[in-house]
């Protein structure tokens, strides 16, 4: 039996208990959670422990802890895998065989025995354009074990395949650089005994698994192809050492671990970000895309994107969003409130404030209330992250002076709710020294505080409408 291991789940866990007792009220100081964690721990892992114990008190933090105890997990992983997968690696291109024994196989190509048919004097050129190359589509197992699951963001998911003679891709948005064939390559797929055609390659960059960067030239354009494929055999041509295992595969080159494949199904599934450094290769994306990437943000928004250039790399499409199921649902409310109000003349004239919550689940530091500060002249915002609605003071006091040094002036009005956060004794006591006019609204009319809670009410629309278009739980966003 090898030694202990550490998981990431078992951080997950630990963190989740954590926020747990957070929210319960436990007043849970960074050296508590440290202690805590370290208790948890195998045996193996006492050598970093006695190296974080040796850091000053103040140095020593849960955020350092984890990612001290993951790095040494993945250093702890190589070397099990160099020790345990050695036997099975795949050495690629063979040319000399142990001993100097002659090959007394059978050639391939002529019939002939006493050499392969790499080495036959009688084999023709493979890659002329009248003779179709022979390319395995699959190594083993079945594409549609993989399908729905291809691409996951900007990162693209590759099947490694023993059998594929070039690395091929299905999308042309993944190429850094294309080009056209001089003659197009005939691709048979094995099994099904279809024939794709390529008619463009090019060069393929992204980030591994691994965080190394990795470029792949002569990459073959397959628009028809189901899956991307990775070709074992153009890897290690490129020094790359592909070394196989029961539930994944280790891509090494000169000794370094550049890249690794799981298991899934029968296939072994690589995950690559791939990176375009030609973005006009590709086409625009559509403006259905980055709705939802955007957090289903309106028309009007992203049309003032595009035209004011408000954010760089934003690139769709002008074309009308289709009905979006997904904003019907987190984006339904009450009739608006139409009275008319002054507005602002100068910054910090008006300042409207609200407090959103509780919310659930609490953040990690165990945070269930959010409280924002909007500038009714310039829509300035400020959202501060708090624990109990009784912080709402200093919060405004952090705010206040924050904004009074970056505007050179004073804040005259607050419009708020009737919110009792808002009128403590010594809140009250403070306006009247710092002469702020105190504006609430009528009881249980929050739509007169329209701007706060405007405000308020989109950032949750962003955050519930990600949340059913991902179908993610709620604990990936605090």
Same mark, same amino acid.
């Given at each position: 039996?090898?030694?202990?291991? #550490?998981?990431?789940?078992?951080?997950?866990? #630990?963190? @989740?208990?954590?926020? /747990?007792?957070?929210?319960?009220?436990?007043?849970?100081?960074?050296?508590?959670?440290?202690?805590?964690?370290?208790?948890?721990?195998?045996?193996?892992?006492?050598?970093?422990?006695?190296?974080?114990?040796?850091?000053?008190?103040?140095?020593?933090?849960? &955020?350092?802890?984890?990612?001290?105890?993951?790095? @040494?997990?993945?250093?702890?992983?190589?070397? %099990?895998?160099?020790?345990? &997968?050695?036997?099975?690696?795949?050495?690629?291109?063979?040319?000399?065989?142990?001993?100097?024994?002659?090959?007394?196989?059978?050639?391939?190509?002529?019939?002939?025995?006493?050499?392969?048919?790499?080495?036959?004097?009688?084999?023709?050129?493979?890659?002329?354009?009248?003779? !179709?190359?022979?390319?395995?589509?699959?190594?083993?197992?079945? $594409?549609?074990?993989?399908?729905?699951?291809?691409?996951?963001?900007?990162?693209?998911?590759?099947?490694?395949?023993?059998?594929?003679?070039?690395?091929?891709?299905?999308?042309? /948005?993944?190429?850094?650089?294309?080009?056209?064939?001089?003659? !197009?390559?005939?691709?048979?797929?094995?099994?099904?005994?279809?024939?794709?055609?390529?008619?463009?390659?090019?060069?393929?960059?992204?980030?591994?698994?691994?965080?190394?960067?990795?470029?792949?030239?002569?990459?073959?354009?397959? !628009?028809?192809?189901?899956?991307?494929?990775?070709?074992?055999?153009?890897?290690?041509?490129?020094?790359?050492?592909? %070394?196989?295992?029961?539930?994944?595969?280790?891509?090494?080159?000169?000794?370094?671990?550049?890249?690794?494949?799981?298991?899934?199904?029968?296939?072994?599934?690589?995950?690559?970000?791939?990176?375009?450094?030609?973005?006009?290769?590709?086409?625009? @994306?559509?403006?259905?895309?980055?709705?939802?990437?955007?957090?289903?943000?309106?028309?009007?928004?992203?049309?003032?994107?595009?035209?004011?250039?408000?954010?760089?790399?934003?690139? #769709?499409? !002008?074309?009308?969003?289709?009905?979006?199921?997904?904003?019907?649902l987190g984006k339904q409310s009450r009739d608006p409130f139409n009275g008319a109000r002054d507005r602002a003349t100068r910054p910090l004239e008006r300042i409207h404030s609200d407090v959103c919550g509780p919310i659930e689940p609490a953040s990690w530091e165990g945070h269930r209330y959010l409280v924002s500060f909007i500038d009714d002249y310039s829509h300035f915002a400020v959202v501060y992250l708090i624990r109990k609605k009784s912080e709402v003071f200093e919060k405004f006091?952090?705010?206040?002076?924050?904004?009074?040094?970056?505007?050179?002036?004073?804040?005259?009005?607050?419009? %708020? @709710?009737?919110?009792?956060?808002?009128?403590?004794?010594?809140?009250?006591?403070?306006?009247?020294?710092?002469? %702020?006019?105190?504006?609430?609204?009528? $009881?249980?009319?929050? /739509?007169?505080?329209?701007?706060?809670?405007? #405000?308020?009410?989109?950032?949750?629309?962003?955050?519930?409408?990600?949340?059913?278009?991902?179908?993610?739980?709620?604990?990936?966003?605090?």
């Amino acid at each position: 039996m090898g030694p202990a291991r #550490f998981h990431c789940a078992t951080l997950l866990k #630990f963190e @989740d208990l954590v926020r /747990q007792l957070r929210v319960a009220g436990s007043n849970l100081e960074e050296s508590d959670v440290c202690a805590a964690l370290s208790l948890t721990l195998p045996e193996s892992f006492d050598p970093l422990m006695t190296a974080l114990e040796n850091l000053p008190e103040n140095e020593l933090t849960y &955020e350092l802890m984890k990612t001290r105890l993951l790095s @040494d997990e993945s250093k702890r992983l190589d070397r %099990i895998h160099s020790n345990e &997968e050695k036997p099975t690696a795949f050495a690629g291109d063979q040319r000399k065989k142990q001993g100097g024994e002659k090959f007394n196989g059978k050639c391939h190509g002529c019939g002939k025995r006493g050499h392969m048919k790499k080495d036959c004097r009688k084999k023709t050129n493979a890659h002329v354009a009248t003779e !179709p190359r022979s390319v395995v589509y699959m190594a083993g197992g079945r $594409a549609d074990e993989c399908e729905g699951k291809q691409q996951c963001g900007k990162k693209v998911e590759f099947l490694l395949d023993s059998g594929a003679s070039d690395h091929m891709v299905n999308t042309k /948005q993944h190429f850094s650089s294309v080009e056209v064939l001089k003659q !197009p390559v005939h691709i048979d797929v094995a099994k099904s005994g279809e024939s794709l055609v390529a008619k463009e390659s090019g060069v393929v960059s992204g980030m591994s698994n691994r965080g190394v960067m990795m470029h792949a030239k002569d990459v073959l354009y397959v !628009p028809s192809l189901r899956d991307n494929l990775m070709s074992v055999k153009k890897l290690t041509k490129a020094g790359v050492e592909v %070394i196989f295992n029961e539930r994944y595969v280790t891509l090494k080159k000169d000794g370094e671990t550049i890249g690794t494949a799981h298991m899934r199904g029968n296939l072994y599934v690589m995950e690559i970000a791939v990176q375009r450094a030609n973005a006009s290769l590709a086409e625009a @994306d559509s403006a259905d895309l980055w709705h939802r990437r955007l957090g289903h943000i309106s028309e009007t928004g992203m049309a003032a994107l595009m035209r004011e250039k408000l954010v760089l790399g934003v690139s #769709f499409k !002008p074309e009308k969003i289709k009905f979006c199921d997904v904003c019907v649902l987190g984006k339904q409310s009450r009739d608006p409130f139409n009275g008319a109000r002054d507005r602002a003349t100068r910054p910090l004239e008006r300042i409207h404030s609200d407090v959103c919550g509780p919310i659930e689940p609490a953040s990690w530091e165990g945070h269930r209330y959010l409280v924002s500060f909007i500038d009714d002249y310039s829509h300035f915002a400020v959202v501060y992250l708090i624990r109990k609605k009784s912080e709402v003071f200093e919060k405004f006091k952090e705010f206040e002076a924050m904004a009074t040094a970056a505007c050179g002036t004073k804040i005259s009005k607050l419009t %708020i @709710d009737q919110g009792r956060e808002y009128f403590s004794n010594s809140q009250k006591t403070y306006y009247k020294e710092k002469g %702020i006019q105190v504006e609430p609204t009528v $009881a249980y009319s929050p /739509q007169q505080n329209g701007v706060a809670e405007r #405000f308020n009410r989109t950032l949750i629309e962003k955050v519930r409408t990600m949340l059913i278009q991902s179908h993610a739980p709620k604990i990936v966003l605090v």
